[in-house]
Each structure stands twice: as C-alpha cells, then as structure tokens.
C-alpha cells in the first residue's frame, strides 16, 4: 500500500461538479493499493497516519500527529500510485490492485482512521475526481507499506 501524503490548508474532491469531500487545516491522502495489500496492511497505514508527526506544534516545528490535533483527512483513492515508469512512455498498471480488491481496503483504512478519531472525508471509487488542496507548508511525503 503507498499513500501520498500532503500537509493542507484546505483540500476538496469533486465528481460532476459536486464536492463530495471537503476537509480544512489537515492531511490529503491519496491512496494506493497493490496485489499483496490485506486489511491488516490498511490498519498498519491508518495507523501510521494518525500519528505521522508532520504537522506543526506551538513554536512552528513540524512536531505533531492528527492524534495530537485533531486534524482532518481526505481520502482519495488513486490506483496510479502504483504506475511504473521505467520502461517506455506509458505508464504501466500491473502493480495496481484490480478495484474488487483495492476498494474494500481503502474502505478499511477510512474505517480505521474513524475509529481512531479522525474526521475523515472521502472521494468517491471509481470515478473521475478532482482534487483541489491548498499544500501547507509545502510538506509532501509518500509512505509505503
């Protein structure tokens, strides 16, 4: 499982023209899942996100967790995450997850990051989204499990 993770400001997904997830001060995740990923994968990177300490405490230093603040999430699942570019000019899809495997395991780290506490909004699954964040900072990370 990779997750690109970006500190914002602010960070919104729409479908159609809808907003369908809206999030203030907080992370935007985008979400990938490959073939070998297990809901125990999802629970270790939900975990792994409520107290990655990227956001900044009273002095300024990126010192504090979504554990720590309460900060908000968006979600968005994004099979290109896992697009190999190594060979040729377009990009290969192999790596992704088929969508009857990687939906349900987004769903579970959403799940888990609910449990946790956090306020999560999502886009929607299988759908052309887009993303507009504003990136705080600007700290981007990908992590991968």
């Known amino acids: 499982m990779r997750a690109l993770v970006q500190r914002v400001s602010s960070a919104t997904v729409s479908v159609a023209g809808d907003t369908v997830g809206s999030i203030d001060a907080g992370l935007c995740v985008l979400v990938g899942v490959t073939h ?7 629970a270790r990177m939900a975990d792994k996100l409520w107290h990655l300490r990227v956001l900044d405490d009273a002095d300024g230093t990126i010192n504090r967790s979504l ?19 190594r060979k040729g000019r377009r990009p ?25 506490g956090a306020t999560v909004a999502t886009g929607r699954f299988r759908t052309e989204m887009q993303v507009t964040l504003t990136n705080d900072g600007p700290v981007t990370l990908l992590l991968e499990l």
Do not use: K
């Not at 070998?36 to 999802?42: G, L, V």
């Not at 554990?67 to 994004?78: I, N, P, R, W």
């Open 36 to 42: 070998s990923d297990t809901p125990d994968t999802a």
């Open 67 to 85: 554990a720590d603040t309460g900060g908000e999430v968006l979600v968005v699942s994004q099979f290109t995450l896992y697009g190999d570019t």
């Open 92 to 116: 290969s899809w192999i790596d992704a997850a088929r969508p009857d495997h990687a939906e349900p395991l987004v769903d579970a780290v959403v799940a888990r990051l609910r449990e946790l």
